[in-house]
C-alpha cells in the first residue's frame, strides 16, 4: 500500500517504535504528520485524513499490524495510536433470507438506477423493513450526514482517553418514541469495522438526546439485505461492543401496484 512508506517515516521521525504502550498511547498531530511526508508527490501519501482512515483491520499499514496497533482521532487535527482490538467483526448470517413484503403500495422505480449503499438503505427504510426489524413504527429519517461530537471521555482497554469536535458521519438516523437507531451502511462484503464508526455517533447522540441509541451495521450483498445490532454493554467503554442479533432479508415488491 502506498501509505506504508509515509508511516514508515513517520514512525522513523517521531521514534514511535520505542514508545511504551504497555503506559500510554501515542499522541500524533496532522501537523507533524505533514511534516513527516512533506517530500511525497501523491496526495494519498501526505493527507492525514487518508493516512489516518483505517475502517477496517487490512487497511491498516503495515507498522500497525506487526504492533498491533490502530488509530483514533480524539480532535480535530489531533489522534492517537493505540495498542489492542481497535475493530469488532461482522460475521456471516448463516441462516436462509427472509422474504419480506414491502408496505408500499406502489414500487418505487428509482431505486433500481445505481447501486450505491445510500439508496440500498434508503428503499430498506421506504419498504419499512427497518422499522420492521427494530419492532418500531415510530421511527422517522431524522439524522444524516457530518456533525461534530461534543466532549465525552471513554475507555479503550486499559487506556482513558478524551475525545471533543471529532467528526463523525451517520448515513441515516432514524428517531422512534423511546430510541434513535443509527445505521452504519456499506455495499461489499465487510468482515470487520472499526469500532469507531459506531461508537462516536453512539455516544454523541447519545448525549444529544438522552435517549437509548441502538447502532445497525446494514450491508447489500447481492439481493439480500443484511442487518447487524449492535450496542455497548457499558456506554463510555469502547471495547465493550456486542452482537446481539442478526438477520437477512430479500425485498419482495411483487404485491405493489
Not at 44 to 59: A, F, I, N, S, V
Not at 189 to 210: D, E, H, K, M
Amino acid at each position: 500500500m502506498a501509505i506504508n512508506k509515509s508511516w514508515e517515516k513517520i514512525f522513523d521521525d517521531y521514534k514511535i517504535e520505542n514508545h511504551d504502550f504497555d503506559v500510554a498511547p501515542f499522541i500524533l498531530t496532522a501537523t507533524q504528520i505533514k511534516q513527516a511526508c512533506q517530500n511525497f508527490k501523491e496526495t494519498g501519501e501526505k493527507e492525514p485524513r487518508l493516512l489516518c482512515k483505517h475502517d477496517t483491520r487490512e487497511q491498516r499499514p503495515d507498522v500497525f499490524k506487526l504492533r498491533n496497533l490502530f488509530i483514533l482521532p480524539i480532535k480535530n487535527g489531533t489522534y492517537a495510536i493505540l495498542r489492542g482490538e481497535g475493530y469488532v467483526d461482522i460475521p456471516s448470517i448463516n441462516t436462509l433470507p427472509i422474504q419480506y413484503s414491502s408496505k408500499l403500495d406502489f414500487e418505487i422505480k428509482s431505486a433500481s438506477v445505481g447501486n450505491s449503499e445510500m439508496q440500498h438503505l434508503d428503499f430498506a427504510y421506504a419498504t419499512s423493513l427497518i422499522r420492521t426489524f427494530m419492532n418500531d413504527d415510530s421511527l422517522v429519517l431524522s439524522i444524516r450526514g457530518r456533525k461534530y461530537t461534543p466532549e465525552f471521555s471513554f475507555k479503550v482497554g486499559k487506556y482513558s482517553l478524551k475525545a471533543e469536535g471529532v467528526q463523525t458521519e451517520v448515513d441515516a438516523g432514524y428517531e422512534g418514541r423511546q430510541q434513535i437507531v443509527l445505521v452504519e451502511a456499506k455495499n461489499s462484503l465487510s468482515t470487520n469495522v472499526i469500532i469507531r464508526q459506531l461508537f462516536y455517533p453512539y455516544r454523541q447522540w447519545n448525549i444529544a438526546t438522552g435517549k437509548m441509541i441502538i447502532s445497525l451495521f446494514f450491508e447489500r450483498r447481492d439481493n439480500v439485505i443484511n442487518l447487524w445490532q449492535y450496542d455497548f454493554e457499558k456506554p463510555d467503554e469502547y471495547n465493550t461492543i456486542r452482537l446481539l442479533r442478526s438477520g437477512k432479508y430479500i425485498i419482495d415488491t411483487s404485491k405493489t401496484a
